[in-house]
């Protein structure tokens, strides 16, 4: 039940934003902890320490392209007030 309709606390404070980025960044850790225990146990797959290398390779290259992406959505919320996009990058 809406007490006052539309009434935003976070607006009528300035904290919205501050709220916005901080969630963003909790989805963005959380993700990034799943995706780690992912790689861990595929590396704990490996057969050969080539494979070891290329699972690794594709891990560092896919956490350079999940930083960039997350380094826009926080400037987009940093500056519109908003995020490009609410999906993980995963």
Known sequence: ?????????????????????????LRFAGNRCLVQADH????????????IQQRNAAFLAQILSDYRQEASRLS????????????PSR
Not at 1 to 14: C, K, N, Q, S
């Open 40 to 51: 861990v146990a595929a590396l704990s797959r490996c057969t050969s320490p080539v494979e």
């Open 1 to 25: 039940m809406d007490v006052l309709p539309g009434f935003r606390p976070g607006a009528v404070y300035g904290i919205e934003p501050v709220m916005r980025l901080i969630a963003e960044s």
């Open 76 to 87: 987009d919320i940093c500056f519109n007030g908003r995020a490009d996009s609410g999906q």
